[in-house]
């Protein structure tokens, strides 16, 4: 009988050997790939999301969870077929023009994955033109902008207008984050939403698609 919550825990210990080796046990077991996920390694990253944002866990410990969590993931992944992938929606994830700060970015994406969602991460520098690109080919339910810069966070309000210019505002909403950037700078550039940190984030894409 699989042990879920041993499996939680190791995603939260950021054991990742723990974790493979109990995933690699439950699915020797028989345990449906989908439960695996749902049960034992979604719930530790939520909890790991939880402890974040309150402060009583700090980034190099997430990265690690997020890594024991991918460390599972990758075992249970070649079972399920594409199209039974839990998905809670498609994000497209970048750093913007002229801004090459990636950790905060990465952490972002690493847990809105852990949480379910698949996430086109476009990297650093990424221009409007670049963003808009992204939402026509992967038609995805939100578009997450970083920015660690003064001076790049201007480039947010460029990758709206454009999806305006576009036509392909109203299809997406539009989440920004960083250092510098605050709720009054999302509300006067057009955002729908702002995240202080990468669980607030996640959070915050969860409400966002309802
Ligand atoms: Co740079 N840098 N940097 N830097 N750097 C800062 C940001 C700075 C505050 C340092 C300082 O002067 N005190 C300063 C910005 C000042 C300003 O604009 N107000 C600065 C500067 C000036 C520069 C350069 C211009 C320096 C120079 O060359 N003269 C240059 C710019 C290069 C460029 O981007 N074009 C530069 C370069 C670099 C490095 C390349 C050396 C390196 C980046 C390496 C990398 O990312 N791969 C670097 C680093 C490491 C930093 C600091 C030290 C750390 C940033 C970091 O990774 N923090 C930073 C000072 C600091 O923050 N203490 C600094 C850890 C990370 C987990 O936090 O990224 O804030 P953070 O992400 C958080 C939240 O912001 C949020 O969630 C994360 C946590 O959960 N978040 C989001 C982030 N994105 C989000 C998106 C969301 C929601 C939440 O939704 C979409």
Redesign the pocket.
Known sequence: MANFEELSNAVIAGNEAKVKELTQKAIDEGVEAIDIINEGLIPGMTVVGTR?KAGEMF?PE?LMSARAMQGGMELVKPLIADTDMPSAGTVV?G?VK????????N??GM?MESAGFKVINMG??VSAEKFVEAVKEHKPQVV?????????MLAMKDVIELLKEEGLRDDVKV???????SQDFADEIGADG????????TD?VKSLLG
């Open positions: 974040f980034v997430v994830l750093t002229g801004d090459l700060h990636d950790i905060g970015k952490l972002v847990m650093v520098d997450a902008l970083s920015a660690l810069l003064t001076t790049t989440l920004v984050g960083g250092a510098p950037v702002y995240a202080p940190d990468a669980a607030s984030a915050l």
